[in-house]
């Protein structure tokens, strides 16, 4: 069973002055193979700091606190070694990759992550697989990575990549805004087939509930200020739903 531990984790952006900025004040939090919490908040409450500093981002400096994966110091990692070590972050790979197709880029990062490659013939059923679930045109394994992809195509290559990698934990930053009600559907189903494993632990980062409706979350946290203010269960994003962040606001 894998899990991933943050540590009173601080966090700094840096600005192009050089100066830090501090943004993440001691997250605390765990999240076991099999889990699904939400994290929830206003913008520019740090959530996305959150998934960048775990993704190794240069942008960020960690001025205090751990990350660990199964024990393995997460932060001493390179981007790669994280990916390898079970680390799926849904906003990793948004740039285009020209000239890369997504079948190979997907093959890629199997062998990457598996240390050989997947064999021929039954990686081109799982690839069509994931494919044919999420309800893509077997032309879009032939298309060059986030070249001219639509937000739909975008989100539904990330849940590919959730399918057919198996990350043990998969950090999902605002995968449902700018989704049309279709493809929020189909990639919530596809990130409920994954959760049905059982294997992968899920962080679902999102300023809206909409998402929640598709995805019932074990666990909610409220993330305002660069720190967890509130935990709970299902019913606290239903609360959010019907209150909003305002009371929260005032306290931070
Ligand atoms: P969220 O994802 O919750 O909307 P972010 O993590 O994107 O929040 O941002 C948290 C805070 O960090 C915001 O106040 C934002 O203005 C600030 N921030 C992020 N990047 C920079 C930057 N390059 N320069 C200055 N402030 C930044
Ligand atoms: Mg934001
Ligand atoms: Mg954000």
Request: proline residues 4%.
């Amino acid at each position: 069973m894998s899990t991933l531990e943050i540590r009173d984790l601080q966090v700094s952006v840096k600005l192009p002055d050089g100066e830090l900025k501090p943004i993440l004040n001691g997250v605390d939090l765990t999240v076991k193979a099999g889990e699904t919490h939400a994290i929830m908040g206003p913008n520019g409450s740090g959530k996305s700091t959150l998934a960048y500093s775990i993704a190794g981002h240069p942008k960020y400096e960690i001025t205090g606190g751990s990350v660990t994966l199964d024990g393995v110091d997460v932060l001493e990692l390179s981007v790669d070694e994280r990916a390898r070590a079970g680390l799926f972050l849904a906003m990793q790979y948004p740039v285009e990759v020209p000239g890369v197709s997504v079948a190979n880029f997907l093959r890629t990062a199997k062998t990457a992550i598996d240390g050989e490659a997947p064999k021929l013939r039954t990686w081109a059923g799982e690839l069509r697989g994931a494919m044919e679930k999420l309800e893509m045109d077997p032309s879009f394994a032939q298309r060059n990575v986030n070249e001219g992809f639509s937000g739909g195509e975008k989100k539904r290559h990330e849940i590919m990549q959730l399918e057919l990698l198996k990350p043990k934990v998969a950090i999902l930053d605002e995968t449902d805004s700018g989704l049309d009600i279709d493809a929020l559907r189909i990639v919530s189903e596809g990130v409920n087939r994954v959760r049905a494993t059982g294997q992968t632990g899920f962080l679902l980062i999102t300023h809206y509930t909409r998402i929640l409706r598709y995805i019932k979350p074990d666990f909610v946290h409220v993330f305002v200020g660069g720190k967890i203010v509130e935990e709970g269960g299902p019913e606290l994003g239903e609360r959010l739903e019907a209150e909003g962040y305002d009371k929260y606001k005032v306290r931070a």
